[in-house]
């Protein structure tokens, strides 16, 4: 558990994240990883730059379809 916590930046206590974006990114980040707190975590990450992350990722998966 120590390097996991050491890969990642530690999380803002403070952002209050959006629930439907973030459960979309857990199911996301749950493709590259069977641990929930990781993907999590990574879910986070991204959310806490772009708010949107996983919604823009989405409809860039579909423009590609």
Do not use: R
Not at 25 to 34: D, F, K, N, S
Not at 35 to 40: D, G, L, S
């Amino acid at each position: 558990m120590k390097a996991f916590k050491s890969f990642f930046k530690p999380i803002d206590p403070t952002i209050e994240y959006d629930p439907e974006e973030l459960q979309l990114g857990i199911q996301v980040e749950l493709e590259h990883t069977p641990y929930k707190t990781i993907a999590i975590t990574i879910a986070k990450q991204h959310l806490s730059i772009d708010p949107k992350y996983y919604t823009k990722l989405k409809g860039m998966h579909t423009e590609i379809k």
